[in-house]
């Protein structure tokens, strides 16, 4: 059995003084996608960045990619976790071309990855458009863009397709089989229990700041 | 731990009582009459600024050390009590400075120095009182602490250089007054008494903050709602009333 | 993974493109400075000799006052996801301080040059010594700028920051102010500013030793 690729034992997160998630336990096993639906407020986007590292527990532990996410090591396994929030996060200023490889020259591609990257994405024809000038669903796709320049070995999508068009789903469902089929893990947050259809193992449902298996 | 603060508190009364008595005992001063008395306050209310300071400064390092809690309580409890004594410090130079040099204010690299160290003090305590989260609060705090400590001294020279080289007319100085025995005797109760009150506020306002972090901890606990709880199913029958 | 210095270069350069794009500092900043240096003589008095005495002083002033805004600026994409995003890329935090101390110290040495001739047009200020601005623009814009970017980074992405930065930076600045102009006035008098020079030298290295410091505990999720 080789080691988990999210493991969060007894987490509790408080946001300044109110908690948000107590008592959770939840581990994704090598090449496993897991669904987890929660109404609005119910901590969802507070559980996926605890493991995007971007957020410490308050009680508990998490570990990521083998890596404890209070230690410097996170700072080693981020670029190999593809997070995508529920807020676009280009460089409003930049280009879609120019956000790309800014992201490419961090992560160490050539430039050739990003115009084939865009191209993957179909914004081979806009990449010369700012990203404040795109729509929220441009705004995405550049986004995936990002997670095919280096292939991410967990993915973090927090509504990531919500409000895409039929495509662009599918370049979800792509990513996803993708990082599975790769031996990864991914955890797929959104509200409804559905989850568009996505090819997930297993949903779970957070309520009342812990996990449950989803009806 | 409640006795030994109280005794503190009644030995901090006691010596706040025993330097008054003792600083209006002493007879007025040759040269500045009854305002040399200003000092009694004056000189306590510096020396207390930069312990008080000192102390958050060590209490910051020790907290990025250690990363226990108890030592930030105690860097901003000490900064609050330095903040008012650097204040107290600077309206007491003033009201002395009116009748001795005729201004309020003068340009003296002490005098720059006191009032940058009571501005960096209170930006201190913005910042503290800006991040809500305990850890976050300690861990930005102690930071800005480690840079004030990497600042401060180049400060202190700049304005000691720049001043050096506007040297104008020599003022009257505390220092130069003449220091029989009784008043000395007094000067020096005047410093352990604030020193005590010092020691007394500390360990008072540690407690009260620990205390704080007591009740968080057992809200916390017990069965505080999420933040989720606070969002139920949309009624709207309950909206056609 | 890249090298440090190949980072701090990038996130630079990411920087000043949103700058470029934005025009925030010399397109709303740098107005907004030279109205000061308008202001303020209307409110003292026109007094030319006056002017002349005070105008190097006050330009530095105006200078450390508005610079701190660099640091604050909207198009350096410090909040919310775009900070997220640059973290999951995976750049060190002393990258990423650097490179934007560095962006932000362009940017305060386009602001001191359009400013000078601002003053020196209002003030008719006397400036000697032009060769020695060569070291001693760049030196105080570095200063401000890793300054600004540290305090920055310290009070994180608090609701009261856009007020809170100043007042954690302005004191913390007098060095700087107090080297910039007596270095001024002392080629005004034709005496050696290598002291001021130096201040401002130890100044840099400090604040440059204690970014790299304090960018890894900075970071810390929260």
């Avoid at chain 1, 410097?72 to 460089?91: E, K, M, N, Q, Y």
């Avoid at chain 1, 967990?154 to 990082?179: I, P, R, T």
């Avoid at chain 2, 030592?71 to 901003?76: E, F, K, L």
Wanted: with cysteine; charged share 15%; proline share 5%.
């Amino acid at each position: 059995m080789s080691a988990p690729v999210v493991s969060l034992r007894a987490l509790g997160v408080d946001l300044g003084r109110t908690p948000v998630l107590r008592d959770l336990d939840l581990e994704v096993a090598p090449g496993e996608a897991v669904g987890i639906s929660g109404a609005n407020g119910s901590g969802k986007t507070t559980l996926l960045r605890v493991a995007a590292t971007l957020l410490t527990p308050t009680t508990g532990t998490a570990e990521v990619l083998g890596v404890d996410v209070t230690s410097d090591a996170r700072f080693d396994v981020r670029p190999t976790i593809g997070f995508i929030g529920h807020t676009p996060s280009l460089f409003p200023h930049l280009t879609l071309a120019e956000n790309t490889s800014f992201a490419a020259e961090l992560l160490g591609a050539t430039i050739s990855d990003v115009s084939s990257a865009l191209a993957q994405v179909g914004l081979s024809a806009a990449s010369s458009r700012r990203a404040d000038h795109c729509s929220f669903g441009m705004q995405r796709r550049a986004e995936f863009a990002t997670l095919l320049l280096a292939p991410p070995r967990l993915l973090l999508f927090d509504e990531a397709q919500a409000g895409l068009d039929s495509g662009a789903v599918e370049l979800v469902d792509h990513l996803l089989k993708d990082v599975v089929a790769r031996g990864g893990g991914a955890i797929v947050v959104s509200h409804q229990r559905a989850h568009g259809g996505l090819p997930l193992d297993r949903t779970l449902e957070l309520d009342n700041g812990n996990l449950e298996v989803a009806a | 731990m409640t006795t030994r603060i109280r005794l503190l508190e009644i030995g901090a009364f006691a010596g706040i009582a025993a330097a008054l008595s003792a600083a209006l005992a002493v007879p007025p001063e040759a040269t500045q009459g009854d305002l040399a008395r200003m000092l009694f306050v004056h000189v306590p209310s510096i020396w207390l600024a930069y312990l008080s300071f000192t102390v958050t400064l060590v209490a910051s390092a020790a907290y990025l050390k250690t990363k226990s809690l108890r030592w930030d309580r105690a860097a901003g409890a000490s900064a609050e009590i330095g903040v008012v004594f650097t204040g107290a410090a600077i309206l007491s130079g003033m009201i002395w400075g009116k009748p001795t040099w005729g201004v309020w204010w003068t340009w003296d690299a002490r005098l720059v120095l006191t009032a940058v160290l009571f501005f960096v003090y209170l930006g201190y305590l913005a910042l503290r009182r800006s991040t809500e989260d305990p850890t976050a609060r300690a861990r930005r705090s102690a930071i800005f602490g480690m840079l004030a400590v990497v600042q401060i001294p180049i400060v202190h020279f700049s304005v000691v250089w720049w001043r050096t080289l506007h040297q104008q007319a020599s003022i009257a100085r505390p220092g130069g007054l003449e220091m029989d025995p009784p008043f000395v005797a007094a000067f020096l109760a005047a410093l352990v008494a604030f020193t005590v009150v010092y020691v007394a506020l500390l360990v008072r306002r540690i407690e009260l903050a620990s205390t704080e972090d007591e009740i968080e901890a057992a809200l916390r606990r017990s069965d505080l709602p999420v933040a989720g709880a606070a969002v139920v199913t949309p009624d709207l029958r309950s909206a056609d009333v | 993974m890249i090298g440090l210095r190949h980072q701090a270069a990038a996130i630079a350069r990411r920087d000043l493109l949103s700058e470029m794009r934005s025009g925030e500092v010399l397109w709303v900043i740098a107005p907004f400075a030279a109205i000061a240096l308008l202001l303020i003589p209307l409110g003292i008095g026109t007094d030319v000799p006056t002017l002349r005495r005070i105008g190097p002083g006050l330009y530095w002033a105006v200078v450390l006052l508005f610079g701190i805004l660099v640091a604050l600026r909207q198009s350096a994409d410090n909040a919310g996801p775009q900070r997220d995003r640059l973290a999951m890329l995976g750049a060190d935090p002393a990258a990423v301080l650097a490179g934007r101390a560095a962006a932000a110290a362009v940017l305060l040495i386009a602001l001191e040059v359009v400013l000078l001739p601002v003053m020196l047009a209002l003030y008719d200020a006397p400036i000697a010594g032009w060769g020695w601005l060569l070291a001693l623009v760049p030196l105080v814009g570095a200063a401000l700028a890793m300054l600004g970017t540290l305090v920055s980074a310290v009070t994180g992405p608090s609701a009261t920051r856009p007020a809170l930065v100043p007042l954690l930076v302005a004191p913390l600045a007098i060095p700087i102010l107090l080297a910039a102009t007596q270095a001024l006035e002392g080629l005004r008098l034709g005496e050696s500013i290598l002291t001021w020079l130096l201040l401002l030298l130890t100044v840099n290295l400090a604040l440059a030793v204690t970014g790299v410091l304090v960018a890894r505990p900075l970071q810390e999720a929260g």
